[in-house]
């Protein structure tokens, strides 16, 4: 069984998720530590693999119309490893879907598209996928859209506010990253800033110069170019905490829908309350929302959970109970997190022409 996290530690955690990009000075600042202290502290996180980092696309910026939450139960008679390997072959070959975890009797899939059309190509895939001998494997797959046009969508994980709830650290809120709305609009991208992006994005703790080397170019130039694609907003930095953490033992997939009646400015007042702010991956639009939280154990998520959704249950604007799917990171297994790579290669016109094996290794 884990140890239980030091308040160091939780200290440590708690602010690269509020801000991945703090140096360990500026870390050890906000947390009044050593900087040495720190320094130790997120070697050995990031060995330990409790933590580790991604270069998150901004999915608006490279042409992205629309996400789409997929979600379902399994077969219970299949084993688990087996559902999970069918998973597995089929997000390979599907560079949209970014994030997928399974649990028992469970898969949770989501992705992001440049419009309805690939929607729809990946799920004639999936159903090549799971046919004739395969089909026991399947999901019965549910989906929620969110255009971006008409939704609020999150780009990278809020897990700062969840943590700080479970952690109970003696330290001011975060604040949360809420979803926005992002007008869809294709930025104008030189062939070197798209290589680059594609290296940021597959590689996240590759160096500048490590970059460099495999692009051919000189380590100012990458540096460069990465600076411009952070001010064209391209990219943001994130720490990512596996679902299988010290502290907690629950992940709760909540899909809600409203009723269509619901007074906008009533809908947009209850979107300011802990339902959204403690998802540490949220998408909604006025008729429905899908959000994602931590939990210490069960009663912790019968408390929180009950609490949250009572604002909207007394407000009775929900059409119907709210669809919740459970998941033990004990059982839990993360097929895609943070995977973004594939997709941004696709989106910038690249797909696969430098095969992994080409790239250097230690990244």
């Known amino acids: 069984m884990e140890r239980a996290l030091r308040e160091s530690e939780m200290l440590v955690i708690y602010g690269l998720m509020q801000d991945a990009n703090l140096t360990d000075s500026a870390l050890a600042r906000r947390c009044g530590m050593k900087e040495s202290t720190v320094s130790s502290i997120r070697r050995r996180l990031m060995d330990s693999k409790h933590i580790y980092f991604a270069n998150t696309p901004s999915f608006h910026r490279l042409g992205c119309q629309i996400f789409v939450q997929l979600y379902g139960s399994t077969n219970p008679a299949v084993p688990k490893d087996v559902k999970d390997a069918a998973h597995q072959r089929f997000l390979d070959e599907t560079p949209e879907i970014f994030d997928s975890a399974s649990g028992e009797g469970f898969v949770m899939m989501s992705g992001v598209y440049r419009d309805f059309s690939d929607y729809l190509v990946t799920i004639d895939r999936y159903e090549r996928a799971f046919a004739g001998v395969r089909a026991a494997e399947r999901t019965d797959l549910k989906a929620a859209f969110y255009p971006m046009s008409i939704s609020k969508v999150c780009n990278t994980y809020n897990f700062a506010p969840g943590l700080h709830r479970i952690f109970g650290l003696d330290v001011p809120k975060p604040a949360s990253n809420r979803p926005v709305r ?182």
């Open 182 to 363: 992002q007008e869809t609009a294709c930025a104008a991208l030189s062939l070197m800033e798209r290589r680059t992006l594609v290296h940021l994005t597959e590689y996240p703790n590759a160096t500048d110069a490590q970059i460099a080397q495999l692009m051919g170019r000189s380590r100012q130039t990458v540096t460069n170019v990465r600076k411009c694609l952070l001010k064209k907003g391209m990219y943001t930095r994130t720490c990512i905490i596996p679902l299988v953490l010290w502290n907690i033992e629950l992940i709760a997939y909540v899909h809600l829908k409203f009723r269509p009646d619901v007074e906008p400015s009533l809908r947009e007042e209850l979107s300011n309350g802990d339902w959204v702010n403690l998802s540490w991956y949220t998408l909604e639009r006025s008729a429905e929302a899908s959000a994602t939280y931590m939990f210490r154990d069960y009663k912790d998520y019968l408390v929180e959970m009950q609490r949250m959704m009572k604002p909207l249950i007394e407000s009775d604007v929900l059409r119907g109970d709210p669809t919740i799917s459970l998941i033990s990171t004990a059982a839990a297994k993360e097929l895609r997190d943070g995977y973004y790579g594939p997709m941004v290669r696709k989106l910038v016109g690249f797909g696969d022409e430098t095969p992994r094996s080409a790239y250097p290794s230690g990244f």
